[in-house]
């Protein structure tokens, strides 16, 4: 995971919360609620990295918890790994 930037890395975060959350069978208001908040702004806008939104430690730390899931498996790049290799390669064939 070399050479990410923030950017790539708080996509990644996002898109990893969104996976786990919908393995779990939770929507984004079931999330919502469970870590406090009365609205989905919080969770859609950082899922989808929505205008620089991206969840942070805290977010990160209480989202695990209720997922049981390991708060490390929110880093791992998954399916989003692609997406990098194909932006990089890109910048290659420029």
Do not use: C
Not at 23 to 29: A, I, M, N, T, V
Not at 33 to 52: D, F, H, P, Q, R
């Amino acid at each position: 995971m070399q050479n990410l930037t923030s950017d790539d890395l708080y996509k990644i975060i996002g898109q990893n919360v969104a996976k786990f959350r919908k393995e779990k069978g939770l929507s984004q208001l079931d999330l919502s609620l469970a870590m406090g908040y009365k609205s989905v702004s919080v969770v859609s806008g950082t899922e989808i990295y929505y205008n620089g939104k991206h969840f942070n430690i805290e977010h990160l730390l209480k989202i695990s918890q209720i997922l049981n899931i390991e708060i490390s498996e929110f880093l791992k790049p998954w399916y989003f790994y692609l997406y990098f290799i194909i932006k990089h390669s890109l910048l290659y064939l420029k």
